[in-house]
């Protein structure tokens, strides 16, 4: 059973117990509750948590926990707030930046789904492979830092600057390294330093959901480029910016959210030079360089290794690699652009919390560090290779033209005139959630996608399982177009 669901459960069920006990009366010792339900002492305690947070309980370290006493309900008047769609809306048409915000595409990968639903929507790490003892004992270790808890610098820890600066690679050095909380947060400062509201931003398609609804967020105007095997076509990289006079193109060079692709390595100092010609800027979003597969050869450098000239703003980070909440990335720019990212992001969020950077640093400068990304590497190969499996055997009739040897996800064709979002739903109504492809285009897309995920899944055996569910939700969809 999933952690999350295991903790609801045993919250339910003490509370329907909680009347047995008298006011400031003492509930089972947790040990008892370990036994009892026969779950873990995490979930325990995660769960005498939610209810101490309902004012249910009250928790006394060393002592134990004790029903608590109930509070009267202030009686609250109904209320009125109909005012501020009138307040939220007026003069919306003119605004260059809109005060509403689309954000299901971002939603999709982030919600967790239902108790036993299998999860290829996920984009991150399933715990079972992440390294929560190694994070677990580099935050105790950074805690424990003189002036962990401190103000950092604004740019971050020089040190973990220098660590970000030598996996770029090339000339970049620290001092052209800013920490910032997370890739999508460092995306956000991107776009907003490089393009003014109502401009035209050149973007990969497909692409990230997420990175769309950031430019949009800005008032920006997603233009997209076609993407094939082989990463962007650089033809049509330059006839989009002679088109629209376009200042900045946001690419995955490796490993490309959705597709997989890897930009080939004649059109990679092709797509410097279209940018360069432009005078545009190139936003690498190298998001997943850590989860390349154990038989993957070896890796292209980043474009900013190989861009004298300031024209690549890369953005990098951890968080893919380790956990979800471990929200530690870094920009990396040459030139005057590095004082504009500085600007905004100081005005933002001021800065990533020192404690954060401790832990990355003492997270990456660990043994444990290397034998995660070889442990991770291995398993991820494991995981395609089962995916891609069962799918040639139980679903043929989704075409995989490409096979990744890195990322985490695949991106199966559907037969033409297949409803992706209709296939979305009957695989949930399956037991197995999955990604429609429409909302990786920022046009019409040319044909219909899904994505399917393997790194959120629980084990090989799950993938299995998954693609069995999906096998009865194409029987119910794909059927009405044959």
């Given at each position: 059973m999933q952690e999350r669901s295991s903790v609801a459960e045993l919250a339910e069920q003490l509370r329907?117990?909680?009347?047995?006990?008298?006011?400031?009366?003492?509930?089972?010792?947790?040990?008892?509750?370990?036994?009892?339900?026969?779950?873990?002492?995490?979930?325990?305690?995660?769960?005498?948590?939610?209810?101490?947070?309902?004012?249910?309980?009250?928790?006394?370290?060393?002592?134990?926990?004790?029903?608590?006493?109930?509070?009267?309900?202030?009686?609250?008047?109904?209320?009125?707030?109909?005012?501020?769609?009138?307040?939220?809306?007026?003069d919306g048409a003119a605004d260059l930046v809109p005060r509403s915000v689309d954000a299901s595409g971002v939603l999709v990968s982030l919600a967790a789904p239902s108790p036993g639903v299998i999860e290829f929507n996920g984009g991150y790490l399933h715990p079972s492979l992440q390294p929560e003892?190694?994070?677990?004992?580099?935050?105790?270790?950074?805690?424990?830092?003189?002036?962990?808890?401190?103000?950092?610098?604004?740019?971050?820890?020089?040190?973990?600057?220098?660590?970000?600066?030598?996996?770029?690679?090339?000339?970049?050095?620290?001092?052209?390294?800013?920490?910032?909380?997370?890739g999508q947060s460092a995306l956000t400062t991107a776009l907003r330093a490089l393009a003014p509201p109502g401009a035209p931003v050149l973007v990969e398609s497909p692409t990230y959901p997420g990175m769309l609804a950031i430019a949009r967020a800005a008032g920006l105007r997603p233009v997209?480029?076609?993407?094939?095997?082989?990463?962007?076509?650089?033809?049509?990289?330059?006839?989009?910016?002679?088109?629209?006079?376009?200042?900045?193109?946001v690419c995955q060079p490796l490993f490309q959210n959705p597709t997989g692709?890897?930009?080939?390595?004649?059109?990679?100092?092709?797509?410097?030079?279209?940018?360069?010609?432009?005078?545009?800027?190139?936003?690498?979003?190298?998001?997943?360089?850590?989860?390349?597969?154990?038989?993957?050869?070896?890796?292209?450098?980043?474009?900013?290794?190989?861009?004298?000239?300031?024209?690549?703003?890369?953005?990098?980070?951890?968080?893919?690699?380790?956990?979800?909440?471990?929200?530690?990335s870094a920009l990396a720019a040459r030139g005057p652009v590095l004082e504009r990212l500085r600007a905004i992001q100081v005005v933002d969020t001021f800065f990533v919390p020192r404690p954060l950077q401790e832990a990355a640093l003492e997270l990456v400068g660990s043994p444990a560090w290397p034998r995660h990304l070889r442990s991770v590497s291995a398993e991820l190969r494991a995981r395609r290779d089962a995916l891609t499996a069962a799918l040639r055997l139980h679903l043929p009739e989704l075409a995989l033209p490409?096979?990744?040897?890195?990322?985490?996800?695949?991106?199966?064709?559907?037969?033409?005139?297949?409803?992706?979002?209709?296939?979305?739903?009957?695989?949930?109504?399956?037991?197995?959630?999955?990604?429609?492809?429409?909302?990786?285009?920022?046009?019409?897309?040319?044909?219909?996608?899904?994505?399917l995920s393997f790194a959120a899944v629980a084990s090989v055996g799950e993938i299995t399982e998954g693609v069995r569910r999906l096998r009865a939700a194409c029987d119910e969809v794909l059927p009405r177009v044959r």
């Open positions: 329907r117990e909680l009347d047995r006990y008298p006011v400031a009366g003492k509930l089972p010792s947790s040990r008892a509750l370990v036994e009892r339900f026969r779950v873990s002492p995490v979930t325990v305690s995660r769960a005498l948590a939610q209810l101490a947070a309902e004012g249910l309980v009250v928790t006394r370290p060393g002592a134990g926990a004790f029903r608590a006493r109930p509070r009267a309900a202030a009686p609250q008047p109904a209320g009125d707030t109909s005012w501020q769609e009138v307040a939220l809306s007026a003892r190694a994070m677990a004992a580099a935050l105790s270790r950074a805690g424990r830092r003189p002036g962990a808890w401190g103000r950092p610098p604004m740019d971050g820890l020089p040190e973990l600057r220098e660590w970000f600066a030598r996996g770029v690679g090339g000339a970049v050095t620290a001092a052209e390294v800013l920490v910032t909380a997370g997209p480029v076609p993407v094939d095997a082989d990463g962007v076509r650089p033809a049509l990289l330059a006839d989009a910016f002679r088109a629209t006079g376009a200042r900045v193109f692709a890897v930009l080939a390595a004649d059109r990679r100092g092709e797509v410097l030079r279209i940018a360069r010609a432009a005078g545009a800027f190139v936003v690498e979003d190298d998001f997943v360089r850590r989860l390349v597969h154990e038989d993957a050869p070896p890796l292209p450098r980043p474009l900013a290794a190989d861009d004298p000239d300031g024209v690549v703003v890369h953005v990098g980070s951890l968080t893919k690699a380790t956990s979800p909440s471990f929200r530690v490409h096979v990744p040897f890195g990322g985490y996800h695949l991106w199966p064709r559907l037969p033409d005139g297949t409803d992706d979002v209709a296939l979305t739903a009957a695989a949930l109504r399956a037991g197995v959630a999955i990604t429609p492809g429409r909302p990786y285009f920022s046009a019409e897309p040319p044909a219909a996608h899904i994505r």
